[in-house]
């Protein structure tokens, strides 16, 4: 059957990795990607998009955005919140964007967790 690791791999199929804060090695503050698509998220998922990278940051070629981060995009690139989903997605390719660890409270785990925001 495999390591439980294994299993949650293969049940993910073709699901491209996300990346998550606690992905970034303890002396790593921030990361540089470089947007290759923004798409909606699946209605499972509390994030409302997923950002796909060029090339993979630190193994993962995806990154859940919610919508504080949303907001942020918003407000960076000077977009409004009344465009168009897939204008945005369409302006957004291409585009470099810098991603700070900070650490939040997870009401889930009741503790600190390193997370992902705009910078």
């Given at each position: 059957?495999g390591t439980l690791k294994e299993q949650f791999t ?86 470099k964007l810098t991603l700070s660890k900070v650490m ?16």
């Amino acid at each position: 059957m495999g390591t439980l690791k294994e299993q949650f791999t293969k049940k993910a199929g073709d699901a491209t990795p996300l990346l998550h804060g606690s992905d970034l090695p303890a002396k790593i503050s921030s990361v540089n990607v470089k947007v290759k698509d923004l798409r909606e998220a699946p209605d499972n998922f509390a994030s409302i998009a997923i950002m796909d990278f060029e090339g993979e940051v630190y193994g993962k070629g995806a990154w859940a955005v919610n919508k504080t981060n949303m907001r942020a995009i918003v407000e960076k690139f000077n977009f409004d919140m009344d465009d168009d989903f897939s204008d945005i997605a369409a302006k957004l390719r291409g585009k470099k964007l810098t991603l700070s660890k900070v650490m939040v409270n997870d009401p889930k785990q009741k503790k600190m967790v390193p997370s992902l925001f705009i910078s």
